[in-house]
């Protein structure tokens, strides 16, 4: 397989609760990014590793959110104390190198339903 | 902060007909553009993507690049029902930022 694999692909959890996602991008591939999409809207950035370092994290993401990609493999999203406001689907995605001309494969996401 | 804007439509068109989708973007620093496919419940997939002005071909898809007017489309010639998707717009800076998307059906 020589996609982008995230797993669980649906999660759902009680308000308050902890979760962690997991990331497993192209193997080639030395950037990650982790976006989330609500219905209707586009994806929205949440951060993004160049191999194992965490090169940039949006300014709008609660500290709730936390991400690691300790081997510059796979990565993995954890979201603490879960709020009804953090339903939704959790996209990864990884790219080549910026010197190539780069293009971003998503996986098939995680959906997350908090209740 | 960077931002690509669409019409969110929905967008009709009569199967074989051309489907025309636009987008504008406010960051004359980017330099690459995507359109990625976006089925009901799936992931986004990369259909197209254009680094140059002028117009790139691929099938039935061509994309436009107009970085004097900081604008982009996407053409869809000879519209199949399996187009009807969402066609989301990117672009890259340090990181890939999308527009809300524009929903397009083909009706047979």
């Known amino acids: 397989d020589t996609g982008v694999s995230q797993n669980p692909r649906h999660k759902i959890t009680k308000r308050g609760q902890n979760v962690t996602f997991r990331c497993d991008p192209i193997?080639?591939?030395?950037?990650l990014y982790w976006y989330r999409q609500t219905l209707g809207q586009g994806p929205e950035f949440l951060t993004y590793?160049?191999?194992?370092?965490?090169?940039?994290k949006s300014r709008l993401l609660s500290d709730r959110f936390s991400a690691e990609r300790p081997k510059g493999s796979f990565s993995t999203l954890e979201i603490q104390r879960t709020e009804q406001g953090d339903s939704a689907m959790y996209l990864c995605?990884?790219?080549?190198?910026?010197?190539?001309?780069?293009?971003?494969?998503f996986g098939s996401g995680t959906q997350l339903s908090v209740l | 902060q960077k931002e690509v804007e669409q019409n969110s439509g929905p967008l009709s068109v009569p199967e074989g007909a051309i489907a025309s989708l636009n987008c504008t973007y406010s960051?004359?620093?980017?330099?690459?553009f995507f359109w990625y496919r976006q089925y009901s419940g799936k992931s986004p997939e990369l259909i197209m993507f254009?680094?140059?002005?002028g117009d790139k071909e691929d099938g039935r898809f061509t994309a436009q690049l107009n970085k004097a007017s900081q604008y982009v489309s996407l053409l869809i010639r000879d519209s199949q029902p399996s187009d009807s998707a969402t066609y989301l717009c990117?672009?890259?800076?340090?990181?890939?930022?999308f527009g809300t998307g524009t929903s397009l059906t083909v009706i047979p």
């Open positions: 590793f160049q191999n194992e370092a965490q090169l940039e």
């Open positions: 254009i680094y140059s002005n």
């Open positions: 990117a672009g890259s800076g340090n990181q890939f930022y």
């Open positions: 960051d004359r620093g980017s330099q690459s």
């Open positions: 995605a990884s790219s080549p190198d910026r010197d190539t001309n780069e293009k971003l494969f």
């Open positions: 193997s080639e591939h030395n950037r």
